[in-house]
């Protein structure tokens, strides 16, 4: 550990409190928030948290300028007892840490990313919400806050964690299938590029192709391959999974595939209830192929924010792919149901995945 006890500043005025119903994602802001400082002189200090409030920032610094930015997703729930669950924070912060290098950001070791962001949640505990399906959504960021304009990694960094409390994805309760639009010009990552770090660049990338699939009806694209626009990659911001025949399919880590979270736990699920699991590239033409032969069960992301998203439909210009009915699948709400209930700790936690706040 390298950051020692991190003092807290309380706010003076708290924010007022939304009611749990009407929170929405990533609308409503805590208390407070956490910060660290780092320079290539100095490394890490000055870790503190402070009331919520806008960074003062020069107008030269890099971030600004270059993108050299980059961001962490995770969640802390409460359970039925009332209990704060970090839900697998050292995976998080062992992701932030291994991705930071590609941007020539240094990386806050991860037990003082662990113990950093315990400290905001414990602060502002009281705002994790207890509604069914609610989470306090946590928001790591590490940016470049050098002012110069020379095109160089940043000799000064901010490390510093937000924190919103989020409504039940799933507004109605229940997951809702969505239609996508398999996306054959834009690039979301390509090899040798920034796809495989939470780099807030890729996020900039991905803005176009969602903005024209929104307009002609789609909730997000399905993104292919950088090169030959042939294999499947991702959806939206989240990890794909095919369920074909009896086979659950995931395209295999690379340097354009982020190595998301939800997908290890549907991963390890999976392969622990004896599915047949393979992470294996997956060409657009095999799941038009098992759509025609009926073997097509089930599409799905995982991620953070929706844990479990059902896809109802994959579509091109000239095509519609309706899958399941364009309904739920039994293995969808399987997992969707496990995960959700160990974070919520109503289902043991037999690997580990949960970090009690006390
Ligand atoms: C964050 C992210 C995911 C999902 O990762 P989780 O750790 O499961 O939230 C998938 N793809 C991209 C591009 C992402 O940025």
Redesign the pocket.
């Known amino acids: 550990m390298t950051l020692g006890p991190i003092p807290v500043t309380r706010t003076t005025s708290p924010r007022p409190r939304t009611p749990e119903s009407e929170l929405g994602f990533g609308k409503v802001f805590t208390d407070h928030m956490l910060t660290v400082e780092w320079t290539a002189k100095t490394g890490w200090h000055d870790a503190k948290v402070v009331p919520y409030g806008p960074l003062a920032m020069d107008p030269a610094a890099s971030v600004l300028h270059y993108g050299q930015a980059m961001f962490e ?2 969640k802390a729930f409460r359970g039925a007892d009332g209990k704060i669950r970090l839900f697998r924070l050292m995976r ?1 912060c062992q ?1 932030m840490a291994a991705g930071a290098p590609r941007l020539c950001l240094p990386a806050l070791p991860p037990e003082d990313m662990a113990a950093a962001i315990q400290a905001i949640v414990r602060t502002d505990a009281d705002w994790v919400p207890g509604a069914p399906e609610s989470s306090l959504y946590i928001r790591p960021t590490l940016i470049a806050t050098e002012a110069f304009l020379g095109v160089r990694p940043a000799e000064r960094v901010l490390f510093y964690v937000i924190l919103s409390p989020v409504g039940a994805y799933y507004g109605g309760g229940a997951l809702t299938p969505v239609k996508i639009f398999i996306e054959r010009q834009l690039t ?1 990552a390509a090899p040798g590029g920034l ?1 495989a770090v ?1 780099a807030a660049a ?2 900039a990338a991905s803005l176009q192709a969602a903005v024209r699939a929104k307009q002609d009806g789609y909730a997000q694209v399905l993104w292919l391959d950088g090169v030959k626009h042939e294999t499947i990659e ?1 959806v939206g ?3 794909l999974f095919v369920v074909i025949g009896d086979e659950l399919v995931t395209p295999p880590l690379s340097d354009s ?7 290890d736990c549907v991963l390890t699920l999976g392969r622990e209830w004896g599915l047949k699991v393979s992470e294996r590239p997956i060409a657009v033409a095999e799941v038009v192929a098992a759509h025609k032969a009926g073997t097509l069960k089930e599409v799905f992301g ?4 929706a844990v479990i998203s059902p896809v109802g439909e994959l579509a091109t210009e000239a095509d519609r792919m309706v899958i399941n009915d364009g309904k739920v699948g039994a293995l969808s709400l399987r997992l969707y149901e496990e995960i959700t209930a160990i974070q919520r700790g109503t289902r043991p936690d037999t690997h580990g995945w949960l970090t009690v706040v006390d």
């Open positions: 997703g995770m998080h992701r979301r796809g939470k890729n996020y991702e911001t989240m990890n595939i982020l190595s998301g979270v939800t997908r995982s991620g953070t924010a």
